[in-house]
């Protein structure tokens, strides 16, 4: 859904698209000895119900986090889709979400991390729950789980499933040697695979307080020790200037009337409008973990934003832009000046100046509730009054500029219709550097030659699918039952006509494409994978004697700290609660660690290797008509032809830079999965029969060359 709440920190509905992404990111962050994790696996897709207690907070009466009920096909074509790519890309670990999946908890759920991840994908790595997903210790052991996060059950109880209650488990047989080991390899491979057996600098920070001196353990109070807990110490260099670069990078431009953008800096009045334009008057970080929307907005809320260093306000920018070459600017931030803005809306208009409106729309994550939105948005109109902003400024101006910052897609049919609002840039959150970003657009110091992750529909319904806002049963059920028609698909599917199509971008040049081609390569015929794996191996051997694992007489306990060792060299005692020995629960064959059969579609990293294989290079020209240089990103879509098939699939995109005059050849490869279905039957990835057409363009709905692959 084009609402739910943590999209923006993700990079889009498409699957393809996702995983390209997915891969470099991963990449890059593990090439500076960092783990990446790759999360939230899987069907992670909404924010309101994804915990029990979070929900009851908010009212709702469940009893189990929602449970997303996708199908067989859906599920490997679409959501585990990325997860092949970052598999592939060697990522270090993956994170079991909160949420059911078609009725089991994702983080104690067998087929999906046992079979899908760790056999299909060949996943090499380790899993490690969500912050207060684990829902069990024995049980999500055996299904796959490989370490618990935070460790205690629910934030500061100090108790835990794993623990000493892990401990127990080994030595009282109901988690094998063989697992217990299979967990620590797989964790220690991550370490190893970045290097952490080299000399890595010690922790410098910690994360709970900005204070420079406090208690050792936040959590426990100064009691159990006090000190430096943060050096403060400065790693950005000149981070600055790559995150203004990107900020212009990803910034869309969606209108573009008469050539209005760039402004040329002679205006004789240049106005902005809108709270958004502003700053915080807490700050920066004032609001913590950034959940309100007061001021620009820079980032969404919840776990995945970080603090800044600054904000530069686009008021700020602008206002810079404008004065150091003594023109004229003012600005209001107050959207409930009405008034005012009207009246300095019509003076831009009397001297023919530029009207400049900043808006936005936010997200977040579902611990906090902003103005009722619990992380999942409540709609998607913009945030904080601006549409009458909007209104107000373009009823009078009529050379109005209209600046977007939101997590995904917003409604706005009606201005991209306005003949008053002459252009329109999608800039979404573009971090520190967010005013000079959009600055650089705005002026002409960067050609905006990005395009859309999404698509903007005129109102919600066109998506076919939204966030589920109240609970269904008990345990809320998710059904996804548009299979694998979300976004373009979805549109495609229903025949319903965007305001903006996945992919769309203007430039402040012209793009034509030309001479479509296909080159065919001989690859040798794909090959099921056949065959057993090894037995689970066992290193060393485990001391059974229970005193061997009681606390040690001369360590000091720490309260809330999690620690693997006993209270009582009874196992029994250490356990402490009823059920002890109970071993009903556990699944036939689950302790033995004999070999077993391979899936057809299984391998090393990714999956069967035959399915990465290139089979195709698809080739188009790309020309730069207009007058300055520009970037355009070429893409390839494919039909797979199938009567349940999606009319086009994303399988191809490349951003290249193009002088005026200048034709520039792309080249897109074609692996083997990229005309693969899942066949659920076979259980395996497979090419049909249905004729196979590629198509090329600067869009999802802009594709004037195509051909038949043969």
């Not at 205006?267 to 809108?274: D, H, K, Q, Y």
Request: net charge negative; glycine share 10%.
């Amino acid at each position: 859904s084009p609402t739910a709440g943590r999209n923006w920190e993700g990079f889009s509905p498409d699957p393809y698209l996702t995983g390209k992404l997915f891969a470099d990111s991963i990449r890059g962050i593990q090439s500076t000895g960092v783990q990446a994790s790759a999360k939230h696996y899987v069907g992670n897709e909404q924010e309101h119900f994804r915990q029990t207690p979070e929900s009851r907070d908010y009212g709702f009466n469940i009893t189990q986090p929602g449970s997303s009920n996708i199908d067989d096909q859906t599920l490997h074509e679409l959501y585990v889709w990325p997860f092949a790519d970052a598999v592939k890309a060697g990522v270090a670990s993956v994170m079991c979400s909160y949420n059911l999946v078609n009725n089991s908890q994702a983080c104690q759920n067998s087929y999906l991390l046992n079979h899908v991840l760790k056999s299909e994908l060949g996943f090499q790595g380790y899993v490690m729950s969500d912050w207060q997903a684990t829902a069990s210790g024995v049980s999500a052991i055996l299904a796959g789980l490989d370490m618990t996060m935070a460790g205690d059950i629910r934030f500061g109880d100090g108790l835990s499933y794993f623990g000493p209650n892990l401990t127990i488990a080994v030595l009282n047989g109901t988690v094998p040697q063989w697992r217990l080991d299979d967990m620590a390899v797989r964790i220690l491979a991550g370490w190893y695979l970045v290097g952490g057996d080299t000399e890595v600098p010690h922790p410098n920070f910690q994360s709970w307080t900005p204070d420079t001196f406090g208690p050792v353990h936040a959590h426990v109070g100064s009691t159990w020790g006090a000190g430096l807990v943060n050096q403060h110490v400065d790693v950005r260099r000149e981070h600055g200037r790559l995150i203004r670069e990107i900020g212009g990078a990803s910034t869309v431009l969606l209108k573009n009337t008469h050539g209005t953008l760039p402004l040329n800096n002679t205006a004789r009045l240049t106005a902005v409008f809108g709270e958004d334009a502003g700053s915080n008057p807490l700050g920066p970080n004032g609001c913590r973990n950034h959940a309100c929307d007061v001021g620009t907005l820079a980032v969404g809320w919840g776990s995945g934003q970080a603090s800044s260093p600054y904000l530069i306000s686009p008021d700020a920018a602008i206002q810079h832009e404008i004065v150091s070459r003594y023109g004229s600017y003012e600005s209001i931030t107050n959207n409930s000046a009405f008034t005012q803005i009207n009246a300095l809306a019509r003076r831009v208009r009397d001297v023919a100046g530029v009207c400049i409106v900043l808006t936005n729309a936010g997200s977040g994550e579902g611990f906090a509730n902003v103005d009722g939105n619990l992380g999942d948005r409540k709609n998607l109109t913009l945030w904080q009054g601006a549409d009458a902003v909007i209104a107000n400024v373009s009823a009078t101006c009529n050379n109005t500029v209209l600046v977007i910052h939101s997590v995904g897609a917003v409604e706005i049919d009606q201005y991209k219709d306005n003949p008053n609002i002459t252009a329109i840039l999608w800039a979404g959150l573009p971090g520190e550097q967010s005013g000079y970003a959009i600055a650089d657009v705005l002026f002409g110091r960067v050609n905006p030659g990005a395009k859309l992750p999404f698509t903007m529909g005129r109102n919600r319904s066109d998506y076919g699918t939204d966030v589920l806002y109240t609970p269904n049963q008990e345990v809320p059920q998710y059904n996804f039952q548009e299979g694998v028609f979300i976004d373009y698909r979805g549109f495609d599917h229903r025949n319903v006509t965007p305001v903006y199509e996945f992919g769309f971008g203007l430039s402040y040049t012209t793009f034509e494409y030309s001479g479509l081609s296909i080159e065919k390569l001989k690859v040798a015929e794909y090959q099921p994978t056949s065959g057993s794996s090894e037995p689970a191996p066992t290193f060393g051997t485990i001391d059974n004697d229970t005193s061997a694992h009681t606390f040690p007489e001369n360590i000091t306990r720490i309260p809330l700290f999690v620690y693997p060792w006993l209270n009582s060299t009874s196992l029994n005692e250490s356990y402490g609660a009823a059920g002890f020995g109970d071993d009903s629960f556990i699944p036939e064959n689950a302790l033995i660690g004999t070999s077993f059969e391979h899936s057809p579609s299984s391998g090393p990293n990714g999956g069967n290797l035959y399915l990465w294989d290139t089979l195709y290079h698809v080739r188009v020209n790309v020309t730069n008509t207009g007058k300055v240089v520009g970037d355009e990103v070429a893409q390839l879509y494919i039909s797979l032809g199938g009567p349940f098939d999606p009319k086009i699939i994303l399988r191809g995109f490349e951003r290249v830079t193009i002088d005026p005059g200048q034709t520039v050849q792309v080249t897109f490869p074609l692996a083997r999965r990229d005309l693969s279905n899942w066949d659920t039957v076979k259980q395996d990835w497979v090419i049909t029969e249905h004729i196979k057409i590629v198509y090329a363009g600067s869009s999802s709905r802009d594709l004037l060359l195509n051909a038949v692959l043969k």
